[in-house]
């Protein structure tokens, strides 16, 4: 076995050639090209090449050496084929199992065909731009595509397997989320009427007036319920025949409504024996997904009552509406799905009694109370006489008559303000000190008290003058 090194870095070994890399962090790579004189300058000037890529950063050796035992190690020989099933590897164990599907379906998806077998070294800005610019217009669609590559794309930067940070160039699309689509109590009514079948009549009234997302409501086990407190605990959601944590990942417990206990009261027959779930599938057994009810009882009843189709989660919003029509208090409904207050009023602020008629937000400031104090206001009310009490009485709204012990309400307000007890029998005016007749009504100290009490100071302001 002969071996002879040429100075343009290029190995002579027996019958094939080498290309000497070894000053450059790799080894020496194999050329299977006879050591011919055109196969050699050959040789030497792909040396010079590579050389030329090593220093900007671009050299992945699997490009140029596929078989070589080193391009397995060689980070920007990785294709991003092999760096998103790494990634999705590293994923597994903190996510959901619903998610690392949504994932893999998303980074399997024919928008990324044209990066799958790239190597990490040819990934760069006008790369990203590029690929980008093929993805769908739709906001949502790309964004769910996005928000994915974005993360593929730290971690390869993180793992050192990019040079410069293509997740940072990364912009998601602004899109118009739908909002809340609740049915009326009538149309509720409606739909409920058309499921023939009981079991779909009792699943859809759970979730009517529980507010249960459906995931929730197809995960419920009966030992999560509480008949005798009139609760159930929602501590799981169900996708793809695996339990989860709830979307929030927190517990709730969940009061049931007269017509979600009812609901819950007939389901008992049917599976509390068994101990597992509340509610069955339409073939008897556990759902799997939220699918089975949906096509088998939720689709046919809107079809057939003629009413608007909308998804089966806007059972839980209109649960949510219902509760603000019947005037139950918002943070109870926002406890009961689970939300924040700023969330449920951000999301149901229109269903709120008042929240849309133009009045808008006040401000209110209030004085700290402090110890009683008593007396008349120095200056008169401005707002309606018709509308006034006691406590807008003020020092001008009275006539000093100059007699000790009488104060005489101004003209014209005798109307205004209730006729007190203290009333002098003489006529001579209000009377604020006894009488020496024992015959006349006697001023009661604690009208006075209530009369001249001077309650803290309430002020509205609109917010928009705070603005």
């Not at 980070?75 to 590897?89: C, K, P, Y």
């Not at 203290?422 to 604020?432: L, N």
Request: glycine share 6%; aromatic share 8%; with cysteine.
């Amino acid at each position: 076995m002969s071996t002879a090194k040429r100075p343009g870095g290029v190995i002579i070994r027996d019958a094939h050639l080498q290309i000497d890399l070894r000053g450059h962090g790799y080894g020496r790579e194999r050329l299977d090209l006879e050591p011919t004189p055109g196969n050699i300058k050959y040789a030497e000037r792909l040396r010079t090449e590579i050389l030329g890529k090593i220093e900007r950063g671009t050299f992945a050796l699997a490009e140029y050496f596929p078989d070589s035992p080193r391009s397995k190690a060689d980070a920007a020989s990785l294709t991003f084929a092999q760096v998103v099933a790494e990634w999705l590897a590293v994923k597994k164990p903190s996510i959901a199992h619903s998610t690392l599907h949504n994932y893999s379906q998303s980074l399997g998806s024919y928008h990324f065909d044209a990066w799958r077998d790239k190597h990490m070294a040819d990934l760069d800005y006008r790369a990203l731009m590029a690929l980008l610019a093929a993805m769908p217009a739709n906001g949502k669609t790309f964004n769910n595509l996005a928000s994915v590559l974005s993360q593929v794309l730290e971690y390869a930067h993180r793992a050192k397997l990019l040079k410069e940070p293509l997740h940072e160039h990364i912009e998601m699309r602004k899109h118009q989320k739908p909002g809340p689509d609740p049915l009326t109590l009538a149309e509720v009514e409606i739909v409920l009427g058309k499921m023939k079948n009981p079991q779909a009549r009792t699943f859809y009234e759970f979730a009517f007036f529980s507010g249960l997302r459906p995931s929730e409501q197809i995960a419920l086990r009966w030992a999560q319920v509480d008949l005798r407190a009139g609760t159930v605990t929602v501590d799981k959601a169900r996708t793809r025949s695996q339990d989860k944590g709830t979307k929030t990942g927190q517990v709730r417990t969940v009061e049931l409504t007269s017509r979600a206990r009812a609901a819950i009261e007939r389901q008992r027959a049917l599976t509390q024996v068994a101990g597992a779930h509340v509610f069955l599938c339409p073939d008897g057994a556990a759902c799997a997904s939220t699918d089975g009810p949906l096509d088998a009882w939720w689709k046919p009843a809107l079809k057939v009552a003629g009413i608007r189709y909308r998804d089966a989660r806007q059972t839980r919003h209109t649960f949510a509406t219902l509760c603000l029509h019947a005037g139950i208090k918002p943070a109870w409904a926002a406890q009961q799905l689970g939300h924040s207050a700023e969330m449920f009023y951000r999301v149901y602020s229109k269903w709120i009694p008042g929240a849309d008629d133009g009045a808008g937000w006040f401000v209110i400031i209030q004085q700290q109370p402090t110890e009683p104090r008593y007396g008349l206001d120095d200056t008169a009310a401005t707002s309606n006489p018709a509308q006034w009490t006691w406590r807008d009485l003020s020092w001008v709204h009275t006539a000093r008559t100059g007699e000790f012990g009488y104060i005489t309400l101004a003209p014209g307000l005798d109307a205004a303000f209730p006729t007190a007890a203290q009333h002098s029998a003489d006529g001579k005016g209000w009377r604020w000190t006894p009488s020496t007749n024992p015959a006349e009504a006697q001023p009661d100290s604690a009208q006075i008290a209530a009369i001249t009490l001077q309650g803290p100071v309430r002020v509205a302001v609109h917010a928009s003058d705070l603005l």
